[in-house]
């Protein structure tokens, strides 16, 4: 695994939401955190999945630093690849698997979860975003 999967990834703070880079080392605060811990490709060919996709997992750490006002679902997570284009996470993924497809997150909450996403064999997931649902 290279080196540029292996750094911490911190979540700052966007209007409603909150944004972890894959490439940060820097600590802002925000109403949940989440640390990345590795993040692993896998291809689609041999999962059955169309040709040309791949899954890409993200293990993390997630901390609920305040109360949230809003329900935890699927749609609160995206992964951004490098040119920008979003991808939602599987329901299948360990987190909803786990802990339902909604669940509310309390002050001092700390768990380790997975996300699953299919995302094209070229695209290289950049940013884990974390945002209240629509």
């Keep these: 695994m ?16 909150v944004i972890a880079f894959f490439r940060s080392n820097l600590t802002f605060r925000a109403p949940v955190s989440i640390t990345v811990d590795r ?21 993390f750490r997630m ?13 609160c997570f995206t992964v951004v690849d490098s040119e920008g284009k979003s991808y939602r996470p599987l329901a299948g993924s360990l987190l909803f698997v786990d ?3 909604r669940f509310s997150l ?12 299919q995302m094209p064999v070229g695209a290289k997931p950049d940013r884990l975003r974390f945002r209240k649902p629509e």
């Design 99 to 101: 802990r339902g497809r």
């Design 39 to 59: 993040v692993v490709e896998t291809g689609g060919d041999s999962l059955g999945l169309h040709t040309g996709y791949k899954l890409v997992t993200i293990h």
């Design 106 to 117: 309390k002050k001092g909450e700390d768990f380790t979860s997975r996300l699953t996403f």
């Design 2 to 17: 290279s080196s540029f999967w292996k750094l911490a990834i911190i979540i700052t703070a966007i209007v409603a939401g």
């Design 63 to 75: 901390t609920c630093r305040k109360e949230l006002r809003f329900p935890v679902v699927p749609e």
